[in-house]
């Protein structure tokens, strides 16, 4: 199976034995890193996601889609504000602090708004939302944002693409 150029492709029908070769396929879409953050009562919370994406522009609406079944999504879930915030190419270590802990907000330069969500600052932009709605997604979430507020500076990106952490360059 070849595409013509000399690299090998593979087709299939995606099912329940073959999700690994689905996860690769998906990977093949480069997307940014976002951490998304929130209040709750076990303190700030955070999460690495790269399932973010803009929705609308009026209203401004953007969304993400944590894993439903993650030990985070309750956090979320019942969170009424929360930011999402995209890193930028020197935020590696943060992208994954977030990814192994719920609480890695150590030596992180952090404020709160005031709705209590805390604010990663430094990134290359930053969401702070009112949750708008939650839907099914398979076995997945979509949470859909409001976003009252947005801040962006200028820099590199820090990418995911083919399961690896990658530099795009503005």
């Known amino acids: 199976m070849a595409d013509g150029g000399g690299d090998m492709t593979m087709a299939f029908k995606p099912d329940r034995s073959n999700t ?3 996860r690769d396929a998906f990977g093949r879409f480069a997307s940014g890193i976002t951490i998304v953050t ?16 803009s929705l609308s522009l009026d209203p401004p609406l953007v969304l993400w ?6 030990r985070r999504f309750p956090y979320f879930e019942q969170a009424g504000y929360f930011a999402i915030h ?5 935020q590696i ?4 602090g977030f990814a192994g802990s719920p609480f ?11 709705h209590g969500v805390p604010l990663i600052n ?3 932009a930053r969401f702070e939302c009112r949750q708008n709605a939650i839907y099914p997604g398979g076995d ?5 944002g409001e976003v009252l507020k947005a801040e962006m500076r200028d820099g590199d990106s820090l990418a995911f693409f083919a399961g690896q952490l990658r530099t795009l360059e503005g």
Do not use: Q, Y
């Not at 889609?65 to 993650?70: E, K, L, R, T, V």
């Not at 890695?104 to 005031?114: H, I, K, L, P, Y």
């Open 20 to 22: 690994r070769a689905l």
């Open 65 to 70: 889609s944590p894993d439903a079944g993650s």
């Open 38 to 53: 929130a209040s709750s009562t076990d303190g700030p919370v955070g999460i690495t996601a790269n399932s973010f994406s």
């Open 93 to 96: 270590d943060l992208c994954k």
């Open 122 to 124: 430094g990134c290359l």
């Open 86 to 90: 995209v890193l930028g190419a020197e």
């Open 104 to 114: 890695a907000f150590d030596g992180v330069d952090v404020t709160d708004n005031e």
């Open 140 to 144: 997945h979430k979509i949470v859909v």
